[in-house]
């Protein structure tokens, strides 16, 4: 069983010969209860697995409420949500007898934007919005980030992509070290508040949004020397994601930070089915622009506080 993983809701609308991967009493492996709604053709089923046993059975709007009620309260930190509507839509189009107002106004409900031009209201851990992401990769994914193991993303010709961890922390402020006199690169925070901040960003954006800024190795030596990734940014007051990166003084100008993105945009549009990335570049440096214009980015917007938009359709 997946440590840390009590509860699995699923929430789908309107499909019909839907395939799941893997199976339905496989993800009793993975928690203590999984609950499925399936709404179509006007008929509410709703199959609960409980060890090797699958039951189903056709549920009123009020039982659909209560299992809505459990996701949205504050005892289901450990739980995953996975759905094709929003929480409030599923609310609204059912006439479920529950009140997102009286959730906000108890600071019981909490509203993330997780972008794409959807948002999630509750509390619930793990939040996905297309079921067919729930295969053994994610699910792996949760084990790793509930032991405090760092994913690893993917890898290229020369480099090894993962995500980062607090046993990281000498080795990535040595990489900061490096980058002093580089005008464009954001200084850390005293050493224990950039590691308060690191723990929050795991949870946080690796966690919830399966996504982050990565840290990069060389694969022949094992060596930290960047991070790339990808992060959310308010564009044309919608949440959109965009590309980031660094590459250590000492690796610079061998074509690791080109490596690095081409693959994170390849991963962006295979593994989190984006259609678009962004780049936020400051008007002055030169490299970077040039970098993202030879990925194919695309100037969007000039001069936003000193710093050019950029824009890549993948």
């Known amino acids: 069983m997946i440590e840390n993983l009590e509860n699995i809701y699923i929430y789908i609308e309107d499909n019909f010969n ?36 699958l039951f ?28 094709d509507y929003d929480l409030e839509d599923i609310i609204r189009k059912h006439d479920l007898d529950l009140e997102l107002e009286d959730f906000k106004q108890g600071n019981i409900l909490k509203k993330t934007d997780i972008g794409l031009g959807m948002s999630y209201y509750g509390t619930a851990r793990y939040v996905l919005f297309d079921v067919n992401d729930l295969n053994e990769e994610y699910i792996q994914s949760v084990f790793f980030r509930s032991i405090g193991k760092p994913l690893e993303i993917f890898t290229t010709d020369r480099l090894i992509v993962r995500e980062m961890c607090l046993e990281d ?28 901040f690191v723990k929050n960003y795991i949870q946080n954006m690796y966690t919830f949004f399966g996504y982050g800024l990565w ?25 959109k994601q965009e590309i980031g990166y660094l590459i250590g003084k000492d690796y610079q100008e061998q074509g690791y930070a080109y490596e690095a993105c ?20 400051h008007r002055d440096n030169f490299k970077s622009i040039a970098l993202v214009e030879k990925l194919g980015f695309r100037i969007y917007a000039r001069d936003i506080g000193e710093m050019n938009l950029y824009r890549l359709e993948i």
């Open 262 to 281: 081409e693959a994170t945009i390849e991963y962006a549009r295979t593994m989190l089915n984006l259609d678009e990335l962004f780049a936020c570049i």
């Open 56 to 83: 189903c059975e056709n549920v009123t709007n009020h039982k659909l409420a209560g299992i809505i009620g459990k996701i949205m309260d504050r005892d289901v930190e450990k739980s995953c949500f996975i759905s």
């Open 18 to 53: 839907i395939q799941f991967e893997p199976d339905f009493r496989e993800m009793s492996n993975w928690a203590n209860n999984v609950n499925i709604c399936i709404n179509a053709d006007k008929e509410l089923t709703c199959y609960k697995i409980s060890g090797a046993k």
């Open 215 to 239: 840290l990069v190795f060389l694969k022949e030596t094992g060596e930290l020397i960047g991070r790339v990734g990808i992060e959310n940014r308010e564009i044309d007051n919608t949440t």
């Open 169 to 196: 922390m000498p080795e990535y402020y040595k990489l900061y070290e490096s980058l002093n006199e580089c005008d464009f690169v954001e200084e850390l925070y005293p050493y224990e508040e950039e590691c308060e």
